[in-house]
Nanobody, 124 residues
Framework: QVQLVESGGGLVQAGGSLRLSCAAS????????MGWFRQAPGKEREFVAA????????YYTDSVKGRFTISRVNTRNTLYLQMNSLKPEETAVYYC?????????????????WGQGTQVTVSS
């Protein structure tokens, strides 16, 4: 069993930055692919970024490339998402997700564990 707790959300002006954190419990973090997803009101949950556990390779949705950075610190059981140059349309609840022993994926259905989410609001 893996428990995930996100933090770091808040209100920021367009062009600003936030760093989200996801603290994981249990022993499987270091061997889990980890991902960030977001869900805006009335929309489906969408992929943002993911990182593999084996080679630390990273993946991003096109719209955030060059602005967001996903990273992980296995010794702290923590996943991060650094978000720069935020846009109002990126207002959403951001979720972290874990896929033990699996590869990073853009498909939310391939992740086994989810956090409760943290709200990010970007004002114009």
């Amino acid at each position: 069993q893996v428990q995930l707790v996100e933090s770091g959300g808040g209100l920021v002006q367009a062009g600003g930055s936030l760093r989200l954190s996801c603290a994981a419990s249990g022993r499987t973090f270091s061997t889990s692919a980890m991902g960030w997803f977001r869900q805006a009101p009335g929309k489906e949950r969408e992929f943002v970024a993911a990182v593999n556990w084996r080679d630390l390779s990273t993946y991003y949705t096109d719209s955030v490339k060059g602005r967001f950075t996903i990273s992980r610190v296995n010794t702290r059981n923590t996943l991060y998402l650094q978000m720069n140059s935020l846009k109002p349309e990126e207002t959403a609840v951001y979720y972290c997700a874990a896929r033990p022993l699996g590869a990073a994926s853009t498909n939310r259905r391939e992740y086994d564990y989810w956090g409760q989410g943290t709200q990010v609001t970007v004002s114009s």
